[in-house]
């Protein structure tokens, strides 16, 4: 066994390197998709559009789920139409935030394409 001296070890990167990142469920994901553009990309979408759609699915989700509640008279109604009052308000926010740059013109700042580039 020949034993050799080590000679230029550099201590500053070796104290920074970092452990690779444990691959996440949409690396895995994309990796087996056909076209991994289809995970990956990227949309500007203004905030507001954002926030209905995630109002829009949350209300809609609720309001599915109240239809498992039983209607039992202590605890069922009371839960079935909190559930279903619920549901309904994210829905009609949602809508209001839909219509809100179509209504209500001026009021938050629009995105330039130059800015947008810019960023990425």
Do not use: C
């Amino acid at each position: 066994m020949e034993i050799r001296e080590i000679h230029g070890i550099n201590f500053r990167n070796a104290e920074n390197q970092t452990p690779p990142k444990k691959r996440e469920f949409i690396d895995v994901f994309s990796d087996s998709v056909r076209n991994p553009r289809d995970v990956n990309d990227m949309v500007a979408v203004p905030r507001g559009i954002f926030k209905a759609y995630i109002l829009i699915m949350t209300g809609s989700a609720i309001l599915a789920l109240s239809n498992l509640i039983p209607n039992t008279k202590k605890f069922g109604e009371i839960a079935k139409t909190s559930a279903i009052t619920l549901g309904w308000i994210l829905n009609t926010l949602s809508a209001l935030y839909f219509a809100k740059p179509f209504a209500f013109k001026g009021n938050s700042p629009t995105v330039n394409r130059e800015e947008l580039k810019s960023q990425y």
